[in-house]
């Protein structure tokens, strides 16, 4: 089920929380959502949600407007809010019964819909547990229970991983990509590693606005530019290893590594790789080549740059 | 209607999970059970079969205690963010205002329904005006829901539940005495608005047995008012 975001702002007073948004997503991606607090992630799923209104700008779920028919859009999301809140005193059971009648589950299938989460979100011990008694991780598990109850065709989690502990994460992460084989799934956080081992896209906003957009790979090309070498060479003087590699064709700019007085920073000139003639260029001279890496940019370099302030 | 009926259940099962409606249950049976058998002037001292200082202690103990049932209604949603979560689900704001209000209604129903042996017993020992009794509850009822339904407004404008108490408690004093005694000291036009929004006057017209239409739609006009009120505190949230 595509989820179709079209120009959408809205402002808080006189803050733009959303600034003329648009996206879409398709049916069966998972879709992370970047950005830098307060930049408006949380806003957008408010919005997906029909929790807020938009000022500008209409948002489909399915086809369907969220100004025309709100409640059948709810119908096909689950949606797990930021922070969790759960009613504290109500058992498990009852709670997931509770929100699986909210969500217009058939009552017969209730039941077996309840045992069905239940097992496969880990919390079978805890069933019959008032969720006031569960510690933080079991209660990600019952907000994410509360949101598959339905079976929905769109999941929608805000931060579904804070404050769990490495190992719930990992649990977590690994239901979300179970899910995400067969529905549309946004998910937003600030912790890149989570997105880039979930999501088959990521959306980086920053102030109400799109700064990038692409898989975790093509993000990384994009902003990765011209190729960067670190190269160690020994058995000749810094300066004249130095002077040679800069001679070279390909080769636009060396850089020395400060801490080091053996490494090298290479930057190749547009569209050129220069790996081939270093290593000739050793070969030829009898040096020793000690490193050859490719400095690869990650996500964390990508978002600093595309998040920062001007 | 489905819908919010299933608010109203939740509602109902966590004044009872929280023990809330019993301690209501306790002190406002156990009250009104003292005034009408034993204290001051109870059946045996007047030597009237009468329900008369029953209802009055009712209508006391129900108007302090309805502020402390409904005041975390709303309030302690939007405290905990589970507000968002309700409102996420294929349920409108104002069927959530009208589970909340079911909710609290059907608990006081409860109560005044585990008062009908007091009337037995009493129509038991001396003849009883039948009529009287129907209107004193129907008047109680009445009151109840229109003190809910402010009560549930107060809640929705705060996340604050002293707050909201203290606030329904405020509202329901004007209704109670202030309006009525402004009505006296201005007068004129003014003042006959006054005196029609003075919700004492209404209950004790309906009480002597006088099923007035202007009454009826005094009260359905104070439920609604409150109602809509607390949807639009609840939409609010998309205005700016």
Redesign the interface.
């Given at each position: 089920m595509d989820i179709v975001v079209e120009k959408i702002t809205k402002?808080?007073?006189t803050q733009k929380a959303l600034d003329d948004l648009s996206f879409r997503v398709k049916t069966g991606e998972v879709l992370g959502f970047l950005g830098p607090n307060g930049a408006g992630k949380t806003t957008t799923m408010?919005a997906i949600?029909?929790?807020?209104?938009p000022?500008v700008g209409d948002i489909t779920v399915g086809g369907i407007s969220v100004k025309k028919d709100?409640?059948?859009v709810?119908?096909r999301?689950g949606?797990l809010?930021?922070?969790n809140?759960?009613?504290?005193?109500?058992p498990v059971i009852?709670y997931l019964s509770?929100?699986g009648?909210?969500?217009?589950v058939v009552k017969k299938d209730l039941p077996a819909r309840i045992s069905e989460m239940v097992k496969v979100c880990g919390l079978t011990k805890e069933k019959y547990k008032k969720i006031g008694e569960l510690s933080k991780g079991y209660r990600q598990r019952v907000g994410l229970a509360?949101a598959l109850i339905h079976n929905p065709d769109v999941l929608i989690l805000d931060e579904p991983t804070t404050g769990l502990d490495p190992n719930q994460i990992i649990e977590i992460r690994d239901l979300i990509r179970r899910i995400g084989q067969e529905k549309t799934v946004i998910l937003s956080s600030h912790i890149l590693a989570e997105v880039e081992a979930t999501c088959d896209r990521v959306l980086i906003i920053n102030k109400g606005k799109i700064v990038a957009d692409g898989t975790p790979d093509e993000l990384r090309k994009a902003a990765q530019g011209n190729e960067i070498l670190r190269v160690g060479v020994e058995g000749a003087d810094r300066q004249v290893v130095y002077d040679a590699v800069k001679s070279l064709v390909t080769v636009s700019v060396v850089d020395l590594v400060s801490n080091n007085n053996q490494l090298l920073e290479v930057q190749s000139s547009a569209g050129e790789s220069s790996k081939k003639a270093i290593f000739d260029l050793c070969v030829k001279n009898g040096w020793y080549l000690t490193e050859l890496v490719s400095i690869e940019k990650n996500l964390e370099d990508i978002f600093r740059e595309v998040t920062k302030e001007n | 209607m489905n819908k919010i009926w299933i608010i109203t259940k939740r509602e109902l099962s966590s004044y009872f999970d929280s023990l809330m409606a019993y301690i209501m249950m306790f002190i406002f049976l156990g009250l009104s059970g003292f005034f009408t058998w034993w204290y001051g002037s109870d059946v045996f001292f007047r030597n009237i079969a009468s329900l008369q200082s029953f209802f009055g202690v009712a209508y006391w103990t129900l108007f302090i205690f309805i502020p402390a049932l409904t005041m975390k209604q709303i309030a302690e949603e939007v405290k905990t963010g589970t507000i968002e979560l309700l409102l996420t689900k294929p349920i409108n704001d104002w069927q959530v205002v009208v589970g909340k209000f079911m909710g609290t209604f059907l608990l006081v129903v409860i109560a005044l329904v585990l008062t009908i042996p007091y009337y037995i017993t009493i129509a038991n020992v001396g003849p009883v005006d039948h009529g009287g009794v129907i209107t004193g509850y129907l008047g109680l009822l009445l009151m109840s829901a229109a003190y809910i339904s402010i009560g549930i407004f107060a809640s929705s404008i705060t996340s604050n539940q002293i707050v909201a108490f203290l606030l329904a408690l405020i509202i329901g004093i004007f209704f109670q005495w202030l309006f009525g005694m402004l009505a006296m000291a201005i007068g004129g036009v003014a003042g006959n608005i006054l005196i029609y929004l003075d919700l004492g006057g209404h209950y004790d017209s309906i009480t002597r047995g006088v099923i007035d239409s202007k009454d009826i739609i005094y009260f359905a006009s104070i439920i609604f008012a409150g109602l809509v009120a607390s949807e639009i505190a609840l939409v609010k949230r998309n205005l700016n």
């Open positions: 402002v808080y007073g408010k949600t029909c929790y807020l209104a000022n709100p409640e059948l709810k119908k999301i949606y809010p930021e922070n809140p759960l009613y504290l005193d109500m009852d509770f929100i009648e909210l969500q217009g509360q | -």
